[in-house]
């Protein structure tokens, strides 16, 4: 039997339940894997709130890593054995899943299933707003709005090992070291003179900001991004971003928008996943901290990410995965 996280009503992490499922067996298009680490998200705290809802009874969860254990019919390109990872397919939470084969990613024999239930969601949604909706070239000055996340965290680090001048914003004053760590400047939310510290750095403005936050950094986004500049607006942890548009149209300002699996699809995701694969094996991520939850703590790993503590990236990990070596 599966061990799987579900909910039957919306609410507090403690809606988050331990349950026991019998997977069965994969049908047509479909392949069962067994999960050996399970990427954490901002997003599933939406599906448990009811505020991304998914029909209930649902699994959280939308990413994960491990081993194809059975292929149904119809499915090419996948064995058993095959080890697999996903980074947009719902009911995550569980040590063992039927998934279509479609969703799937297969990983280099180099890329171990912690690291890419660590990096795959977060990494191409970094990839996203890198490559397809602002093509960043070296010498561009950037700031980064949430750079103590996950996907912030990683798109720092992307973006000044591809040559740009990185700003990084912290949301609090205690995970300005992590923010340093990995762009040139690092600030905090809460520093009166943030704007003012911006234009030191970029007296004209920042050539991109990329806005992980939400409502709550809307403003700034806007004052502190050039004329004819890019604001890539990803994620609202704080809200949906709301620009004045009427100004930035004045200033000849994109604002620039989109979610992972639009551009992250069957076309481009062997580009992204490979260009992702490599900034791994770089070594650009490597002091990134990752904070391993038993799968039947994912309550406490959303109570974590509700209070704002967590210094390093989440995944879950079923009692029954072996830890790769690699």
């Known amino acids: ?75 090419s390109g996948f064995a058993p054995g095959d080890r697999v990872a996903y980074f947009f ?48 070239k070296a010498g561009e000055t950037v700031l980064v709005l949430g750079a ?19 700003i990084g914003v912290a949301g609090s004053r205690d995970k300005l070291a992590k923010v340093r760590a990995g762009t040139h400047h690092g600030l905090h939310a809460g520093d009166p003179a943030l704007l003012e510290r911006i234009r030191g750095i970029a007296p004209a403005g920042v050539d991109v900001v990329f806005d992980l936050v939400g409502s709550a950094t809307s403003a700034l986004a806007v004052d502190a991004v050039r004329d004819g500049g890019d604001i890539v607006s990803i994620g609202g942890a704080s809200g949906e971003q709301r620009y004045d548009t009427a100004r930035l149209q004045a ?26 694969f490599a900034a791994m094996r770089s070594g650009i991520f490597r002091d990134l901290d990752v904070v391993h939850f038993e799968l039947r703590e994912a309550a406490l790993a ?25």
């Open 89 to 136: 397919a719902a009911g995550a939470y569980a040590s063992e899943r039927l998934i279509a084969a479609k969703h799937l990613v297969k990983l280099p024999d180099d890329i171990c299933t912690f690291h890419a239930a660590t990096f795959l969601a977060k990494g191409l949604t970094a990839w996203m707003g890198l490559r397809a909706l602002h093509a960043l």
């Open 1 to 75: 039997m599966a061990q799987v996280i579900r909910i039957h009503e919306y609410g507090a992490p403690k809606v988050l339940r331990d349950e026991r499922d019998d997977v069965g067996d994969p049908g047509q298009g479909e392949v069962r894997i067994a999960q050996e680490a399970i990427g954490v998200n901002f997003v599933d705290t939406m599906v448990r709130s009811g505020s991304y809802p998914l029909p209930l009874p649902a699994i959280p969860g939308f990413e994960a890593a491990g081993t194809v254990t059975a292929v149904g019919p119809d499915v």
């Open 251 to 276: 200033r000849a300002v994109h604002v620039l928008r989109g979610g992972t699996p639009q551009f992250v699809n069957a076309t481009t995701v062997g580009t992204a996943t490979e260009e992702l």
């Open 302 to 326: 959303h109570q974590a990410i509700a209070a704002r503590s967590l210094h390093a990236i989440p995944i879950l990990v079923p009692s029954t995965s072996k830890r790769c070596a690699n």
């Open 148 to 166: 103590s996340g996950g996907v912030g965290s990683i798109l720092s680090r992307w973006a000044k090992a591809m040559g740009a001048t990185v």
